[in-house]
């Protein structure tokens, strides 16, 4: 509560206050407890007087009482009036029954009691009173009234209170002059450095450093004012640096990236012509393999009819030695006009645009079939079709040439007494991805060990002797490749080496 | 006089009751005189006179103070001596029944010739033996003892305390002298209460 009050009070009225506070309260406590103190032990030495007069007065009264000489017992109480704060007593004696008894003059309302009560004082309304024995030789002979009125000692308070009062106002006024001047030892740091921190707040000025005076709180205060000010500052500079490091490495970044990109551009620039360059140098192959079978094939021509027309016109004039030469020559030149051949056929697929369109491949499998027939039915092949092919945009010449090559490679890589072919496709090799089918031809024949899965896609390679299974040029499943690739397609293979081989190949062609 | 007399006597003879008709007469005789209607009567009657008497003997002993070679012992008791009045000494001993002063018990001798008179504290002289008075008061010459008697001239011949009515009261004049010389101390609280103290110096 007291918080609340002095919160928003200026804080050299607050010292002020606490000050005075402090001083006011303590002074009126102390003043309090010296006031009820003393009204105490004025109370006690009250009731002691009153005691050791009552004591003189029944040791006084001893041979009063004893003799009942009324007279004499009044006298002795008569010197009472000596005291003007005794307004009443009497002497009692034993039996007990009042002597004799006395009032100040002028009270007249304070008869003594007809008997006499227990021993002791009493306070009373605006009185004191005592009954004290009389004693002779230890023995109780009677009893002593005295009641004093109070009137000593509210004169006292009314003195003391009015003393209280004069040192409180004068101490009051005086720590008042005394705490108005010595504030300012407290509160004049406090508002120069208030004042500092206001300044540098609104001037956001962080080089401002508030003025010590001394090294008491306060000092320290402005001791760590000042070390935050100089924090501040420090951090102040440092993100402004950090701010001009940071833009100077975005600027050189931005420059990197800019460099990486003209460098990927480059780069992509230098692909599409190398792939230009290569697309070119692959065409001028093609144009090459043409133009060099063709060119070859007419003297290649001319060899292999002249040796026939030697060997026909002039065969007697040679020995048995020479003719057989002659007929080496002639097949070879023959064989050589096949490979010819092949090498043309194969470079003018890479020359040639596709006809696409969409093609049933259950007819196209079956031409071929109907087209190798006699050549099945003597090699004893069984052609296998598990269900019906679908419907693929292709090139139909150039599919059934693929086909054809497949089946007839099938047909004579096999060993088996039992020999069969299946042609069937899986849905798509990417689940759920829609993408085209895969068509296999697949046979029970000798297979192929898996490091030769690529070279038997490459030109004229053949991994069996030149007249073992039947011959060949060994440009077929090239050209079936060349096939598969115009068609921008895969093909692949699987194979257990010895028990048969499974060729895939996808068509996704697009007109 | 003759009209208290049957009072007390119808009053049953108990002590307490003896004593507080006493104190009532004490207080009544000595501080306020008698009442108008008992004017008339020249002197209480002889009883009460008896008792008023018994009692201021005990309490002039009250008041004062014997040396301690008055007592042989510690224990020894303290002595009142009536000499003729018998009714005083019957007075007496009805008051210090199981009393006792300054831790010493009380006795009453009621004394048939001077012999044992050295053996008192205090010593009352009836007026009835006024004859005898100078032969007693020789007898305690220098002795410590506390002497009481009735007559205008018992100061005058020695004695210490003389009990007389005045105006129907009982009062006393203190020979505050023969007291010293016989080393006995008074209080000053009894010579206040006397009539007079020393009378005996004008008169002598």
Redesign the interface.
């Known amino acids: 509560m007291p918080d609340r009050l002095l919160r928003d009070i200026p804080v050299r009225r607050k010292v002020v206050l606490i000050i005075m506070l402090v001083t006011g309260g303590a002074l009126l406590l102390s003043s309090a407890a010296l006031v009820l103190l003393d009204l105490w032990r004025f109370r006690l030495d009250m009731q002691r007087d009153l005691a050791t007069l009552a004591e003189i007065i029944a040791g006084?009264s001893?041979?009063?009482v004893?003799?009942?000489?009324?007279?004499?017992a009044f006298e002795t109480l008569a010197a009472l009036a000596a005291k003007p704060t005794i307004v009443a007593a009497a002497i009692y004696?034993g039996?007990p029954s009042l002597?004799v008894a006395y009032q100040r003059k002028g009270s007249r309302n304070h008869p003594p009691p007809r008997r006499p009560g227990p021993d002791g004082a009493v306070f009373g309304p605006g009185s004191l009173s005592l009954f004290s024995p009389i004693l002779?030789?230890g023995r109780r002979i009677g009893t002593v009234y005295l009641e004093s009125d109070l009137s000593e000692m509210m004169a006292r308070l009314r003195l003391q209170t009015a003393t209280v009062a004069a040192v409180f106002l004068v101490s009051g006024l005086a720590a008042l002059l005394f705490s108005s001047g010595l504030q300012r030892v407290i509160s004049r740091p406090l508002l120069r450095l208030s004042e500092t921190a206001l300044s540098v707040s609104e001037r956001s000025d962080y080089s401002i450093r508030a003025e010590k005076q001394g090294t008491d709180e306060i000092g320290q205060l402005v001791d760590a004012f000042n070390q935050m000010l100089e924090q501040i500052q420090v951090r102040d500079s440092e993100l402004l640096r950090a701010k001009e490091d940071l833009e100077k490495r975005v600027q050189e970044r931005t420059a990197e990236l800019r460099q990486e990109l003209a460098e990927r551009q480059r780069a992509e620039r230098e692909l599409a012509d190398r792939n230009e360059e290569l697309h070119r140098s692959n065409q001028d192959l093609d144009d090459f393999a043409y133009i060099a079978s063709h060119d070859l094939k007419e003297p290649l021509r001319g060899i292999h009819n002249f040796s026939v027309f030697l060997l026909e016109d002039y065969g007697e004039s040679f020995d048995e030695e020479g003719r057989s030469k002659l007929e080496t020559l002639t097949r070879l030149s023959r064989r050589m006009e096949v490979l010819i051949d092949s090498l043309l056929h194969f470079s003018r697929l890479g020359r040639v645009d596709l006809a696409i369109d969409d093609i049933d491949l259950n007819e196209v499998v079956a031409e071929v079939v109907d087209s190798l027939a006699i050549h099945l039915r003597e090699s004893g092949v069984e052609i296998r079709r598990p269900r019906p092919l679908p419907v693929v945009r292709c090139d139909r010449v150039r599919v059934r040439e693929l086909l054809y090559n497949l089946i007839v490679n099938a047909a004579k890589y096999n060993d088996k007494p039992e020999k069969w072919i299946e042609i069937g496709f899986v849905a798509s090799l990417e689940k759920g991805s829609g993408g085209p089918p895969a068509i296999y031809v697949r046979d029970n024949g000798i297979g192929i060990q898996e490091k030769h899965f690529d070279s038997i896609f490459r030109i004229f390679k053949r991994l069996h002797g030149r007249d073992k299974f039947g011959g060949g040029t060994g440009a077929g499943l090239t050209i079936v490749k060349k096939i598969v690739e115009r068609h921008n397609g895969r093909i692949w293979v699987e194979s257990i080496y010895g028990e048969g081989l499974t060729v895939y190949f996808t068509l996704a062609k697009e007109a | 006089m003759v009209l208290l007399k049957p009072l007390l006597k119808r009053l049953p003879k108990g002590r307490s009751v003896r004593r507080?008709g006493l104190?009532f007469c004490?207080?009544f005789c000595?501080?306020?005189g008698l009442p108008p209607g008992w004017a008339a009567a020249a002197e209480p009657p002889a009883d009460l006179a008896a008792e008023i008497k018994a009692a201021?003997l005990f309490?002039f002993a009250?008041?004062v103070e014997w040396p301690a070679e008055a007592f042989p012992d510690l224990s020894a008791p303290m002595t009142f001596c009536v000499y003729g009045e018998d009714s005083v000494g019957a007075g007496l001993e009805a008051l210090i029944r199981g009393e006792t002063?300054?831790g010493r018990r009380l006795a009453v001798r009621r004394l048939r010739d001077l012999q044992q008179v050295r053996e008192c504290h205090l010593l009352f002289v009836s007026a009835a033996e006024k004859g005898r008075v100078s032969e007693t008061l020789a007898a305690l010459r220098d002795a410590r003892v506390l002497t009481v008697g009735e007559g205008a001239d018992f100061l005058g011949r020695g004695g210490m305390i003389r009990l007389f009515l005045e105006q129907n009261r009982m009062r006393f004049d203190i020979n505050l002298d023969a007291a010293e010389k016989s080393g006995l101390k008074i209080?000053s609280?009894?010579l206040?209460?006397a009539q007079a103290v020393n009378p005996q110096r004008r008169g002598g």
Do not use: V
């Open positions: 006084n001893t041979a009063a004893e003799f009942q000489d009324r007279d004499d004696t039996d002597l002779r030789d | 507080l104190a004490l207080a000595l501080a306020g201021l309490n009250k008041f002063l300054s209080s609280k009894l206040r209460l």
